[in-house]
């Protein structure tokens, strides 16, 4: 197949290699190996555009914090696997300052949520 810039492509080949870049990262779950996934929230000025302060919220609170973020299946794997950064709503930051018991929502910040592997 060509992919429109004169070039061909093969396409089940790249399949291939995506897949077995996705079997590569699943294989400490697969195998039963633990994962240290660490949450942030992420305080941003509206003004200045600078990271202000990171808010860690311990994994146990995962499933809680998927439930505030109104995650679907798909994305609740991924966010327990430390994969995606969701902007929150005043609504949410008022809801995960009562689950972690700290306060950071203000009108004059930008919050994000993600998570890593470390």
């Not at 995506?18 to 996934?37: F, L, S, T």
């Not at 202000?52 to 998927?66: D, N, R």
């Not at 430390?82 to 995960?96: D, R």
């Amino acid at each position: 197949m060509w992919n429109g810039n004169d070039e061909e492509v093969d396409y089940q080949a790249a399949a291939a290699a995506a897949k077995r870049r996705v079997d590569e990262a699943c294989r400490p779950i697969k195998q039963g190996g633990k994962m240290n996934i660490v949450y942030t929230i992420d305080v941003y000025s509206k003004e200045m555009q600078v990271l202000l302060s990171e808010i860690e919220v311990p994994p146990e609170k995962a499933t809680e914090m998927a439930n505030i973020l109104g995650l679907n299946a798909n994305d609740r794997e991924e966010f327990a696997r430390g994969i995606g950064v969701y902007q929150l709503t005043k609504k949410q930051a008022h809801q995960i300052e009562l689950l972690v018991g700290k306060t950071f929502y203000s009108d004059d910040v930008t919050l994000q949520i993600s998570g890593g592997e470390i």
